[in-house]
C-alpha cells in the first residue's frame, strides 16, 4: 500500500472538560475524494481544523504523506500545501474579493506579482472553474452564495495538494453542484486529496471513494462508498434508524390565506426584488427556490423590516402571528456570546410569558429554556452556556424552538436546516410539518433542492429579484427546478 496522503492516529482534543476528539484514527488515500460525516459536535470539524493548523491535538499525531506533522497555525498547513474552505466564511468584508485572496497570499511567489496579473491569474482560475465573481466588490456586498464561492476560489489560487472543504454545496443549484463535483473529480485525476465534511449523504454517495463516520467525538467507522449506501452511513451518523415522514393527514386551506405579497418591490444595497406577487394558504408550505443573491434576502426583509429596505412599494398582508427562522442564525438571530437563556427570549422577552412590567422572571425563563432544552433534545442541556459553544445543529434547533413557542400562524423558515446534521434536519422537518398539520402558513425560502421538494406544497422560483416559475407538488422535478433556478426559465 502506498503512504497516505494523511493519517490520523489515536488524535484526542479536550476543550476544558469536552472531548471533542477522542483517539481518533483514520487514513486517507492520496489522490482520493474522501468524506467526512456525522452529526454537529461529532468532532469532524475539530479534526479537520487540527489538519488545518488551527487547533494543536492534545494527544496522538498527525502524519502528511508519512511524515509527521506538528502545525503551529494556518500558515504552517498552507505551506505544507493544505487549504481549507470553513463552513463559517473565514472574510474580511469591508475588503474586495480580489484583497481578501491576495491578503492570504502574503509572502507567497503569487503574492510578488503585479497586482494586475494576480488578478488576471485569478480570473483564468474562476472562469476555468465556472465561478463567477466580481473581483472588486467588497466582501459586504456579495451574496452568500459569491461568497462561499469565493472561498473555494482562494484554496483553488494556492496550488494546494491537500483541499479540506467544509459543506461547499450548501449554496449551489444542481447545476453548479454538478460543475464543482467535475471539477473535484478533474482535481483528483491531477493528484489532489480532497476531503469534504458535508451532511448530504447523496454527495458522499455520488462523489467520493471512501468515507469516515465520526459520531460523539469518535470515529464509529469507515467506508468505502462503493461498499456502503445512505441509509446505512445515516444510521452509523445517529446510532439509529432514520425514521420515514408520513404522509400528510391535512388539506390545504385554500379558504384561508394567511400571507399575502401583493406587487411587492423593495431595494437592499445590490439586491432587490419586483412585483412579487404571492400568496400562502392555513395548512400549506410554499417554497421559494432561488440561488443565494437573487432576492431572498429583501423578500425576507419586507415581510419582517420593511424599514431596512431603502426603497418598498406594494403590500404585505398577514393573518395573525408570525415566526421566523433567519437565513443566518449568527448574524441576525442571536447574541452568540450570551447564554442559550437569553437567546431564547430574545425577541419575545417583553411578552407576558417572560416579563412583569419593566421586570424579567428570570425564575421562569430557566425553568421554560431547560424545559425547551429537553423537549428538543438541544445539547449540552445549559440554559448558562454561551450561545456559540453549541454545535450548529443544537444553535438551530434552539432558534426553531423560539420562533414556534408561540403557534404562529405563519412562520418564514429561512435556510432551516443550513449546516445542520441529519438527525437536526429530520426534527426540523418534522416540526415544520407539525406546524402546517395545526393550521400555519409557511413560506420556506431553502436553497436545498432536496428539502424544498420533501416539504413544499408548492414551488416558486425566484430570479434576479422575480418569480420566474411555480411549480405545483405533482410538477417537482429537480432538472427543471435546477434549469429555473440558474437561468429563469
Given amino acids: 500500500m502506498s503512504v497516505p496522503a494523511l493519517e490520523f492516529k489515536k488524535v484526542s482534543k479536550f476543550f476544558g472538560e469536552v472531548r471533542a476528539n477522542t483517539d481518533i484514527s483514520f487514513f486517507v488515500e492520496r489522490g482520493a475524494i474522501h468524506a467526512i460525516v456525522g452529526e454537529n459536535g461529532a468532532g469532524k470539524s475539530t479534526a479537520m481544523k487540527i489538519l488545518f493548523g488551527m487547533y494543536r491535538p492534545d494527544e496522538g499525531e498527525v502524519f502528511v504523506n508519512g511524515q509527521q506533522v506538528h502545525f503551529h497555525s494556518p500558515i504552517d498547513a498552507m505551506a505544507a500545501k493544505i487549504g481549507m474552505v470553513h463552513q463559517h466564511f473565514m472574510l474580511a468584508e469591508p475588503f474586495t474579493a480580489l484583497d481578501n485572496i491576495l491578503l492570504q497570499q502574503k509572502g507567497s511567489a503569487f503574492s510578488l506579482l503585479p497586482r494586475a496579473s494576480q488578478k488576471n491569474r485569478l480570473e483564468e482560475i474562476a472562469h476555468r472553474y465556472g465561478f463567477q465573481i466580481n473581483l472588486n466588490a467588497k466582501v459586504e456586498d456579495l451574496s452568500v452564495g459569491e461568497q462561499q464561492r469565493l472561498e473555494i476560489l482562494k484554496i483553488l489560487s494556492q496550488d494546494s495538494e491537500i483541499l479540506i472543504l467544509d459543506e461547499p454545496t450548501a449554496v449551489l443549484t444542481p447545476q453548479e453542484v454538478q460543475d464543482l463535483f467535475a471539477n473535484l473529480r478533474r482535481l483528483r485525476e491531477e493528484g489532489k486529496t480532497i476531503l469534504i465534511i458535508t451532511h448530504k449523504l447523496k454527495e458522499v454517495m455520488a462523489l467520493t471513494d471512501s468515507v469516515t463516520v465520526f459520531r460523539a467525538g469518535h470515529v464509529v467507522g469507515h467506508k468505502w462508498t462503493r461498499e456502503t449506501n445512505a441509509e446505512e452511513l445515516a444510521e452509523m451518523m445517529v446510532g439509529r434508524r432514520i425514521q420515514k415522514p408520513q404522509e400528510r393527514s391535512t388539506a ?26 404571492l400568496s400562502v394558504h392555513a395548512r400549506e408550505i410554499v417554497g421559494v427556490a432561488g440561488v443565494e443573491g437573487n432576492g431572498q434576502d429583501v423578500l425576507i426583509r419586507a415581510l419582517l423590516d420593511q424599514q431596512a429596505l431603502e426603497e418598498f412599494t406594494g403590500k404585505v398582508t398577514t393573518l395573525g402571528s408570525v415566526g421566523s427562522f433567519p437565513e443566518d442564525r449568527l448574524r441576525f438571530g442571536v447574541l452568540p456570546s450570551r447564554p442559550v437563556y437569553e437567546n431564547f427570549i430574545l425577541g419575545q422577552h417583553k411578552s407576558l410569558l417572560f416579563a412583569k412590567g419593566l421586570f424579567l422572571k428570570t425564575k421562569e425563563i430557566l425553568q421554560r429554556t431547560k424545559d425547551i432544552m429537553s423537549k428538543y433534545d438541544i445539547r449540552p442541556h445549559n440554559a448558562h452556556l454561551p450561545f456559540d459553544k453549541m454545535s450548529g445543529g443544537n444553535q438551530q434547533k434552539l432558534v426553531v424552538a423560539r420562533a414556534l413557542l408561540q403557534n404562529p400562524q405563519v412562520i418564514i423558515a429561512a435556510q432551516p436546516t443550513r449546516g445542520v446534521d441529519i438527525g437536526a434536519i429530520e426534527f426540523i422537518h418534522n416540526e415544520l410539518r407539525k406546524s402546517r398539520d395545526e393550521g400555519a402558513g409557511i413560506l420556506l425560502i431553502s436553497s436545498e433542492l432536496d428539502e424544498l421538494m420533501a416539504l413544499s406544497d408548492r414551488i416558486v422560483v425566484l430570479y434576479k429579484g422575480r418569480l420566474v416559475k411555480e411549480f405545483t407538488r405533482a410538477q417537482f422535478d429537480e432538472i427543471a427546478l435546477g434549469k429555473a433556478m440558474g437561468c429563469g426559465n
Fill in 252 to 277: 390545504v386551506d385554500e379558504a384561508k390565506t394567511v400571507l399575502r405579497f401583493e406587487s411587492v418591490s423593495g431595494r437592499l444595497g445590490s439586491h432587490g426584488i419586483d412585483d412579487i406577487k
